[in-house]
């Protein structure tokens, strides 16, 4: 499109302390970082911002709800000499509504030739994102291991202290539920009573139930208060209790502390090796 | 069938009606008290919100009196009140409770799951029965909301402290026991004639604060600790911005119509919010503006611990209330909440109000 654009670096210690001392109290952690980011890429200085208002990116289906105000709730953030860029992003009514959001934004840009050009672009290197192998770690101890979770999490080595990284050391083989896409974990949550609504829920226990006599063990990665995930915890709980997946349930906070996290994974792979061993 | 239901602050008058028109025996949980919370919290996961415990207690205390089925409301987001149900049925499956979950929600995917559910619902019932069960419960809800009103209005000026309260409760209780629209109607104008008999000749106008946020808390006076007797005490005329009454109208009727338009809404909010954030998000930041055009003297604004969509409201408020000039305070409520230190801030907020109130020369 012909900007020059600036990115802010991944997650650190800088930027989420940019985002703890500004953002309402009350938020969870992925949203103050991302308020840490916001504030990160303004003190650059720059004139417009990108933050998208995803409001549902699959039909029938929401993003968190904190997704649907942040815009708005940036806006407290940034000072009135950066415009916000947000197009809504709304596939409620249909998966196409997306592209012709983004197409509009552009329009206001460049000429319809060069947006329409730009977004191939763009969807080629989404494509190659989404399909480039995700599975990681090692497979020293024969153990796999599945993470579920807001992509938002699972994806920031810094907010969830490096639990990929741990794991893979412990030698673990892990595979997130972001790995598996929506032609899977779709049909997979059908069985369950109630479809849920969100559309990162929906993938964790779709990639569940695709998984469940897979893998020796889940762990669920959530933000600390987020009650969407504590209800997933509950259905986690309920699906895991009838086989032989151990569960371990993760919550992070700006107070997290690494040498905890190391121990309880230590212990879980331990009663994971300890299980399969018989 | 014996069919409990979780509280809503003093709905239970007019959902006893409709069952009964429904030809059920509405088997109603004790009000909601410590215990209630301290059972629901104990079954919930801990980062559960206030109103999930709550409900959750109010369930197993009406399955404790012999219900044989648990009413519920669902949805299909974004807020996560529609999926409460969903959990609350597994959490008393795994507790070995043997009740029949019924979930009202607009049906999706497995049809014939709602089917079953209705029919149970509303099988045993003559269609004239249905229809005055109906229009009393309906009745008895708006009823019951211009009563409490009217107490709101009279507490401030009140001529012997409590009561207002004191007679609100007399006259639910009649209202409970009401069996047709007419006698509604009777208690309705005799409260309104004995509401004014308790106020004491006006000296000065009461402070007026307006209450916005998330619709449990705000409507359930166990949740948000008495709020609203709180303020009346403190000598505060509340004024509120959620009705229930009006939530069915526009929810319910009018959306199934297709008639509901958040427009109004996204009028007011204008600037802070470009619309729906799931919740109550956009009528609590489209009310605050609202209540300021209105002059009201200041706004009061609460919420669940973790309550997303309020979270980002709470986020904007600073914001609303500095460009309108009105003063604005965000009460966080969870199981943890303190009745002293929740005192204490009210008193502040009120001091800090009729303080600035005087200065400004209202």
């Not at chain 1, 708005?72 to 916000?84: G, H, M, W």
């Not at chain 1, 552009?106 to 995700?134: H, I, M, N």
């Not at chain 2, 706004?299 to 309550?307: A, R």
Request: hydrophobic share 40%; charged share 20%; with cysteine.
């Amino acid at each position: 499109m012909g900007f020059e654009v600036i990115t802010s670096p991944p997650t650190n210690q800088e930027i989420l302390e940019l985002g703890l001392t500004a953002c309402v109290d009350g938020a969870c952690l992925p949203l103050k970082a991302f308020v840490g980011h916001v504030r990160f890429l303004v003190n650059r200085g720059l004139e417009l911002l990108f933050v998208p208002q995803a409001i549902s990116v699959v039909p029938g289906e929401y993003t968190c709800t904190n997704l649907l105000g942040l815009p708005d709730l940036v806006q407290q953030y940034i000072p009135s000499s950066v415009r916000l860029l947000s197009p809504a992003l709304d596939a409620r009514k249909g998966a196409g509504k997306i592209s012709f959001s983004y197409l509009r934004c552009g329009l206001e840009f460049a000429s319809a030739l060069r947006v329409l050009k730009a977004w191939q672009t763009a969807q080629a290197a989404q494509r190659q994102v989404d399909t480039a192998p995700k599975a990681n770690g090692s497979t020293g101890r024969g153990l796999n291991i599945l993470i579920l979770g807001p992509r938002y999490l699972t994806d920031d080595a810094y907010l969830n202290g490096d639990l990929m990284g741990k794991l893979a050391a412990l030698g673990v083989q892990v595979t997130a539920a972001a790995a598996f896409p929506d032609s899977i974990t779709l049909p997979a949550s059908r069985s369950l009573a109630k479809r849920p609504f969100w559309t990162s829920m929906r993938r964790s226990l779709g990639a569940l139930e695709h998984c469940l006599h897979r893998v020796d063990g889940v762990i669920s990665l959530a933000p600390f208060a987020c009650v969407a995930e504590a209800m997933q915890g509950v259905m986690v709980a309920e699906r895991t209790a009838k086989t032989e997946c151990a569960h371990l349930e993760l919550h992070v906070d700006e107070h997290s502390s690494p040498v905890g996290l190391v121990t309880r994974l230590e212990a879980f792979c331990d009663l994971l090796e300890r299980k399969r061993r018989g | 069938m014996r069919i409990t239901f979780p509280h809503l602050g003093n709905a239970y008058i007019a959902v006893e009606s409709l069952l009964r028109g429904l030809g059920h025996e509405p088997v109603t949980p004790p009000l909601t008290n410590r215990q209630t919370l301290e059972r629901g919290s104990f079954h919930s996961p801990a980062e559960m919100c206030l109103p999930f415990k709550i409900s959750l207690g109010n369930m197993l205390e009406g399955i404790d009196l012999g219900a044989e089925s648990v009413l519920m409301i669902g949805g299909w987001g974004p807020c996560r009140l529609g999926y409460y149900g969903e959990i609350q049925r597994l959490l008393l499956e795994a507790l070995g409770k043997e009740v029949e979950f019924i979930t009202l929600e607009v049906p999706r995917g497995n049809y014939s799951r709602y089917m079953v559910h209705l029919q149970k619902l509303t099988g045993s019932t003559k269609f004239d029965h249905l229809r005055s069960g109906a229009s009393l419960s309906w009745a008895k809800l708006n009823a019951l909301e211009e009563l409490e009103i009217l107490a709101l209005q009279t507490r401030p000026r009140e001529k012997k402290r409590g009561a207002t309260t004191g007679y609100l409760q007399y006259q639910l209780e009649q209202l409970r026991a009401a069996e047709t629209v007419q006698e509604v109607e009777e208690i309705l104008s005799t409260a309104s004639r004995g509401f004014l008999r308790l106020r004491a000749r006006e000296q000065n106008r009461p402070l007026r604060l307006g209450v916005v946020g998330e619709i449990y808390t705000v409507m359930d006076p166990f949740s948000n600790l008495r709020l609203e007797e709180r303020l009346g005490y403190l000598g505060v005329e509340v004024v509120r911005t959620i009705s229930l009454a009006e939530w069915v109208k526009n929810h319910i009727f009018k959306k199934a119509l297709g008639l509901y338009s958040l427009a109004p809404l996204r009028r007011l909010a204008a600037g802070y919010l470009r619309g729906f954030i799931g919740g109550h998000g956009l009528e609590s930041i489209a009310r605050s503006v609202d209540l300021a055009r209105k002059n009201l003297d200041g706004v009061v604004h609460v919420l669940p611990l973790s309550c997303m969509p309020e979270i980002v409201a709470r986020g904007i408020l600073p914001r609303v209330s500095r460009d309108h000039g009105i003063p604005v305070l965000s009460l966080m409520v969870d199981e943890h909440t303190g009745e002293g230190g929740f005192q204490t801030r009210l008193e502040a907020f009120v001091d800090m109000v009729q303080r600035r109130v005087g200065r400004l020369g209202k």
